[in-house]
């Protein structure tokens, strides 16, 4: 049987400092906003022949551009037409007239001829409203999973499960602003999808330590955990490990387009696998200890 809980204390300090590091670069240096969330330019370019989004994004990422940083903006073709519409700014601004002309100059001496059909400036306005939109729909998965989980398991498990989904987003946020990797809509869907999967890795070992606890004789609640934590492990890493290798196949083959989306559910799914085992039971067998010594003292007050 592995002994989990014993070092718990562990497991609290490396989370801890993994958050702590990330708050540190979250303060300092902020979130690499993308397009979505700080503003900038919505194009839509016509061509004399269908192009794909990868040749376009090779022309964006040619030398001549290499200042602009275009890596990032977001390229879908028009279904039915010959028309490509570019999602980009620059340094969190939307392209100015010169800029445009750089970019159209670039496109037609890749293709033979580019046209903008249509250019506008996405307010900045509008990504705060996406951004907060978004806060508000983790924060009503978080009570949900909490209202469900008190009523399928009881309060203490929700809490604890909660605790691990709040410890997930702050180390993938955290992951984010270290590396400087652009926050952007995909990232919001990998955290919502992450929330999800996590909650699901975490009810499985609640699941078998309310089983066990059916049973429990003489057997102390840290050994109770550990036992159930060690008959759920096989699953939940190989759950993990399954779910991990494509989303890295996804990562290193996907292209530009979906590689921070990818990355995101590559750090929560490890972070969801971590806080499943190491952060949510050693919370739930903390509350639990702390309430059995309170009763106790509770107990020893009354007889005396």
């Keep these: 049987m592995i002994d989990v809980m014993g070092r718990r204390n562990l497991f609290f300090v490396i989370s801890a400092?993994?958050?702590?590091?990330?708050?540190?670069?979250?303060?300092?240096?902020?979130?690499?906003?993308?397009?979505?969330?700080?503003?900038?330019?919505?194009?839509?370019v016509r061509f004399d022949h269908p192009v794909t989004a990868a040749k376009v994004r090779d022309a964006l990422t040619a030398p001549e551009l290499a200042d602009m940083h275009l890596e990032k903006g977001i390229i879908q073709p028009i279904e039915g037409t010959n028309d490509v519409q570019i999602r980009a700014h620059v340094q969190g601004r939307p392209l100015s007239d010169p800029q445009l002309k750089r970019v159209v100059d670039a496109l037609s001496a890749r293709f033979g001829s580019a046209s903008?059909?249509?250019?506008?400036?996405v307010e900045p306005?509008?990504?705060?409203?996406?951004?907060?939109?978004?806060?508000?729909?983790?924060?009503?998965?978080?009570?949900?999973i909490l209202i469900y989980v008190s009523v399928r398991f009881e309060y203490r498990f929700a809490v604890a499960g909660v605790a691990a989904l709040i410890h997930d987003v702050l180390v993938i946020l955290g992951?984010?602003?270290?590396?400087?990797?652009?926050i952007n809509s995909p990232f919001i869907a990998a955290v919502l999808t992450i929330v999800g999967y996590s909650i699901n890795d975490t009810i499985v070992v609640f699941d078998k330590i309310r089983e066990n606890l059916k049973f429990r004789k003489r057997e102390t609640y840290e050994e109770l955990v550990n036992k159930s934590i060690t008959q759920t492990l096989g699953r939940s890493l190989n759950?993990?490990?399954t779910t991990l290798l494509p989303v890295i196949a996804l990562y290193l083959f996907g292209g530009a387009t979906i590689k921070d989306f990818s990355l995101a559910l590559i750090i929560g799914?490890?972070?969801?696998?971590?806080?499943?085992?190491?952060?949510?039971?050693?919370?739930?067998?903390?509350?639990?200890?702390?309430?059995?010594?309170?009763?106790?003292?509770?107990?020893?007050?009354?007889?005396r």
């Design 116 to 121: 903008v059909i249509e250019a506008e400036m």
């Design 239 to 241: 759950t993990s490990l």
């Design 175 to 182: 992951m984010f602003a270290i590396l400087g990797r652009e």
């Design 269 to 303: 799914l490890i972070s969801g696998t971590y806080s499943s085992i190491f952060i949510a039971s050693p919370i739930w067998l903390i509350w639990k200890n702390w309430e059995r010594d309170r009763l106790r003292k509770v107990a020893v007050a009354k007889a």
């Design 125 to 144: 306005v509008i990504g705060r409203e996406l951004l907060s939109k978004a806060m508000m729909a983790v924060l009503l998965g978080w009570i949900g």
């Design 17 to 44: 400092i993994v958050i702590l590091v990330g708050l540190v670069f979250l303060a300092t240096r902020g979130l690499n906003l993308g397009v979505d969330f700080t503003g900038g330019s919505l194009i839509r």
